[in-house]
């Protein structure tokens, strides 16, 4: 299990107030085009599911420690709403990474009542800087 859950306004200051902190995106490539990322310094997008077939990236856990980041680096993992951010960092605290956390309401939060993401909770609706390519 990871660390916890945290929001995505104390995702954003902890990237503030903590200069080796990174901000991995677990979404997939598609989404980060056409949903857009958050505009932070320390971004790192890899994705925990490989696009179209959506099974579990095996190797998501390998590139990370590919990177070089120090097993005591605080990673925070933001996905779109929450869920495969927690199975990510929770795969990185099994390998031994001791400061894996989830931003629990994602970049993009719940569906609202019309069935639209990026109004209810989440990076967007929080007002964090964010970019779309």
């Not at 696009?51 to 070089?68: H, I, K, L, R, Y």
């Not at 605080?74 to 951010?85: D, T």
Request: glycine share 10%; net charge negative.
């Amino acid at each position: 299990m990871h660390q916890g859950d945290i929001s995505p306004a104390e995702a954003y200051q902890r990237l503030q107030n903590n200069p080796a902190a990174v901000l991995i995106d677990v979404r997939t490539q598609p989404e980060w085009v056409f949903v857009g990322v958050p505009a932070v310094e320390r971004l790192i997008r890899l994705s925990w599911q490989v696009f179209p077939s959506m099974q579990v990236n095996g190797n998501f856990v390998a590139e990370v420690e590919q990177m070089g980041l120090p097993k005591d680096a605080e990673i925070l993992c933001i996905c779109r709403s929450g869920a495969r951010s927690a199975s990510a960092a929770s795969a990185l605290t099994q390998a031994g990474y001791s400061n894996a956390w989830n931003v629990a309401e994602g970049f993009e939060g719940d569906k609202d009542g019309s069935g639209h993401r990026g109004k209810l909770g989440g990076w967007k609706a929080a007002g964090l800087p964010w970019v779309q390519s």
